[in-house]
């Protein structure tokens, strides 16, 4: 058996060998805390059937949840309770796991324990510092306990536990432990005054704070045990949605997802023009202007001017962005026209189009049609000279 000493779920081979007669028929693989077999006081592991005239048999099975110390595995011909099973001896060893691979101070993770003395009182420490809290195995050496991860630097930090009846055994496991931040208030407003608090960074080190994409000007310092506060006001941010990115000198990063506040600036009131025409000939230099609207973010505009009710396709230059002001001038192609704009504020919250109610029109004619008219006025003013001259001639 191989091998013979393991913590619950380890994989075990069992082989079998005989000599002078054949395995053939059934066999069961048991696991028992006796070395007999006797009803109920087993777990069926495993199970199979050598062929007619075999004489090796191979089973593979994992330790089941099991108590600590020495426990039996059974082989055994056939199915009857009376069959004499042939006895390994499997020595079971204590562990824990983390149900979380890493986790941030201030979390909560689950440790769970399996291979230690049934019934028995589990002393389980941090960095080596004892966790004040009672734990008892179950009748099986198992246990199940929550911990909260205390104010600690970033990188791997140790869990031990130990048993009364282990005396001096003890078993590990590690938690990787990562930054995490967070803000206060959590939906502040742009320009406001927020509270960055970071846990769980290098100790003694710079962190650089990043917004979105702007860098905030000045870098907190943790204290010895990762720490740290600062604050500072909330940049504008055209995007409609934020990320804080905390970052220490040793490259462990932490991210907070910030919802500014979601409420849209209000529609702006179109001024001019409204169902005015401009000039007479050729493109016109049109200024399109709007009511102001505030907001205690601050406010750009968006203006699009279209030949139809849709605004698509636009036009090369019919659309202006990030207007800080109410006014806007354009060069305007000969036509007819719809203008419509909008207000967005410093959060990346859009406003409702206002649509102009009354087109405008720009000129008569296009500057292709003044150029094709007067190429075509040409052309008949060169026929007519000619037919003067030609009619000239004749007459003398």
């Known amino acids: 058996m191989t091998p013979d000493q393991g913590k619950v779920g380890t994989t075990v081979v069992l082989a079998i060998a005989s000599t002078g007669f054949s395995l053939d028929g059934p066999y069961q693989v048991l696991w028992s805390k006796s070395p007999t077999s006797d009803a109920g006081n087993y777990t069926l592991v495993a199970e199979g059937n050598v062929v007619k005239g075999s004489m090796q048999a191979t089973a593979i099975f994992t330790i089941p949840e099991a108590a600590y110390g020495t426990n039996y595995v059974q082989f055994r011909r056939g199915w009857r309770p009376e069959d004499n099973p042939y006895n390994f001896i499997f020595n079971v060893l204590p562990g824990i796991q983390v149900n979380l691979p890493s986790g941030s101070p201030g979390g909560e993770v689950t440790i769970e324990g399996t291979g230690f003395p049934a019934n028995d009182n589990v002393k389980l420490s941090f960095d080596g510092k004892p966790i004040d809290t009672e734990i008892t195995t179950n009748s099986l050496g198992s246990f199940t306990s929550k911990f909260t991860v205390p104010e600690t630097t970033a990188g791997k930090h140790e869990f031990k536990a130990t048993a009364d009846k282990m005396l001096s055994e003890y078993t590990v496991a590690s938690l990787e432990v990562k930054p995490a931040i967070s803000l206060e208030p959590k939906s502040p407003e742009v320009g406001q005054k927020v509270t960055f608090t970071g846990s769980g960074f290098a100790a003694s080190s710079v962190v650089s704070i990043q917004f979105d994409d702007i860098t905030i000007d000045s870098s907190p ?133 206002a649509i102009s109610p009354y087109p405008f029109k720009v000129g008569f004619f296009s500057t292709w049609f003044l150029a094709i008219g007067g190429l075509l006025f040409l052309f008949f003013f060169i026929l007519l000279v000619r037919a003067f001259f030609r009619r000239l001639r004749e007459h003398f």
């Open 221 to 353: 310092k943790t204290d010895e045990i990762g720490n740290c506060t600062y604050i500072f006001n909330v940049p504008k941010s055209s995007r409609a949605s934020h990320e804080v990115i905390a970052t220490d000198k040793s490259g462990n990063k932490a991210t907070y997802s910030l919802a500014l506040e979601s409420e849209a600036p209000p529609a702006p009131a179109p001024v001019s023009p409204q169902g005015q025409r401009f000039g007479w000939l050729g493109s016109q230099l049109v200024t399109f202007s709007w009511t102001k609207v505030d907001d205690p973010s601050g406010v750009a505009y968006i203006l699009e001017i279209s030949e139809n009710l849709n605004f698509f396709p636009l036009k090369p230059g019919m659309r202006k962005t990030g207007l800080t002001e109410t006014t806007c001038s354009a060069k305007v192609e000969p036509g007819n026209y719809y203008w419509r704009v909008k207000a967005v504020d410093g959060a990346g919250n859009e406003g409702e189009w």
